[in-house]
């Protein structure tokens, strides 16, 4: 089958066989979509060998458990162990032997074929068509947000970075009620967030030490910079962004305020799918470009570019 | 009057008027302690022109509310505003215009007489004698990791450094029934603690990523990388100490493992007499010496000594 190779920091499109696990079932991709960690990967955030891709929508061809087969699915990206302190303990993404899709020990979704063991399957509804199923991998991550803390309907919450995520993130920050504004650096960002009626601020305009709750979704130290100027005392800093490289910062302020800073990752993609279904967000809207396969090359550079935010690569 | 008064990082003993405020308590200083943070100051850690301490048990002689006048009584050390936007929601330690005794703006406790405002006073109990009493506020500073995290009987907690606070802080999570380790540098630390049953843990036994909850209680870079070592993913790590400079920090493993960390200060005073009453911590096995007002520069070449724990000035 045809699939997008890294290794060594170099893509190529590849023929490579069919993968045959017969614990896990075989999934046809339909639709995968470009994510800043695919990018990451490829300027080496990570060392990773193997099939690049993670965020998909796909039918089951074959499956352990036939009733799967014949389902259009996602899949959380995380396969475990399910023996691991981390598992046993109902941290399931933090399983201290996981596979992840695309990113760790795992192929991924950028090919004709990927698999997944069923427990990481969702159906998806039919009412959900993949351009909105292809973003539930990331939507769950923006969620994962509301997994950890709670966003009151009164809190100020500042959103640092609309981009691939942060759009997300903005709408599921919205749906609380929150008195939300997200600092963005294009104008087409500000637009999208316009379009749902999510306020956007000047840096100028951020009063520092009054934001409730920051989330930080640049990956940039800049954009870390600003998050901890406009934090309030006992506020929470979320980071939902990894950084390349590391961050100076000094500390004792913080301690002096009580801030809460929070890594985030990987959310729960059940709720995401109800959202979809709902119409409660419209990750629609990110879609720059669409590419067949055998274009993925090509798809890569374009979600490179910046200004870029979903480059959705369909079978 | 006599007090130790801080100008351009130099101490003296100094003669200077008895403070007058009529809307403040007027308190006698019947004995007081030095801090980690009395240290930082006479280093520069934060600038700051007066008199010196924040840890006190005194006697009021006049207060605009007669009813304390003669009550043996310790106090809060951020006077506050009540009308800004902390204080309105409930944050009055992080008031953005307090002062803070010995610390900003507001004479301290190394001296004949103080000053609070009565709403920062509480009484101390008969049964709490002065030299438990003087503990009060560095008690409810370790208490402060209580009110803003859960500790669970079940959880695996990491102390990281056992010095002044450090010993208070071991003796407050103990009260949990957590599995609790303390990592520290001295015998002397380690022989206190374990004369409450606490126990120590060697730097090479500190099993990496298996830890629910650490705090950190060095201050020291050393410290906090240990302490992330230590932490497991979605475990939570307590800054209990402020630092000299600033840390470098590799944020993406934090994101990755979902860490929190959160910085910790001040606490409530009214639980921590309360421990005291009922005796369910010891804070006098950590005095190291006592001296009078007069030796009080002795007293802080002898507090900034390695290993000596508290050292108290009596009036």
Not at 206 to 216: K, L, N, S, T
Request: proline share 5%; glycine share 8%; aromatic share 6%.
């Amino acid at each position: 089958m045809k699939a997008l190779w890294l290794e060594n920091n170099q893509t190529s499109l590849r023929e490579i066989p069919q993968p045959e696990k017969t614990n896990e079932a075989l999934i046809k991709i339909r639709s995968a979509g470009i994510c800043s960690t695919d990018l990451e990967l490829v300027k080496g955030y990570y060392p990773y060998t193997g099939v690049l891709g993670h965020e998909f929508v796909g039918e089951v061809v074959t499956a352990p458990d036939a009733s799967w087969i014949g389902q259009r699915v996602v899949g959380e990206i995380n396969a475990t162990c399910g023996k691991c302190e981390a598992c046993l303990n109902g941290r399931p993404t933090h399983c201290e032997v996981r596979t992840v899709l695309g990113i760790v020990n795992r192929d991924g979704v950028f090919a004709e074929y990927t698999t997944l063991p069923v427990e990481n399957l969702h159906r998806v509804p039919d009412s959900v068509p993949d351009e909105m199923a292809v973003f539930t991998e990331p939507l769950a991550a923006a969620l994962e947000i509301h997994q950890q803390i709670q966003i009151k309907p009164t809190d100020r919450v500042l959103l640092v970075g609309a981009g691939r995520l942060g759009q997300l993130v903005a709408q599921t920050l919205a749906l609380t009620g929150c008195d939300l504004h997200a600092l963005v650096r294009h104008t087409y960002q500000k637009d999208l967030l316009a379009t749902r009626g999510i306020k956007t601020i000047a840096e100028a305009d951020i009063q520092p030490r009054r934001w409730d709750i920051v989330v930080e979704a640049t990956g940039s130290p800049v954009g870390f910079d600003i998050a901890r100027k406009a934090i309030r005392p006992r506020g929470t800093l979320v980071m939902k962004s990894t950084y390349a490289g590391e961050l100076t910062v000094n500390f004792s302020p913080l301690v002096v305020d009580e801030i809460t800073i929070i890594g985030s990752r990987c959310g729960p993609f059940a709720p995401a799918l109800g959202l979809l279904e709902r119409r409660e967000v419209d990750p629609t809207v990110l879609i720059s470009a669409q590419y067949k396969l055998g274009e993925c090359l090509k798809a890569f550079e374009h979600a490179a570019q910046s200004g870029v935010l979903k480059v959705l690569i369909s079978m």
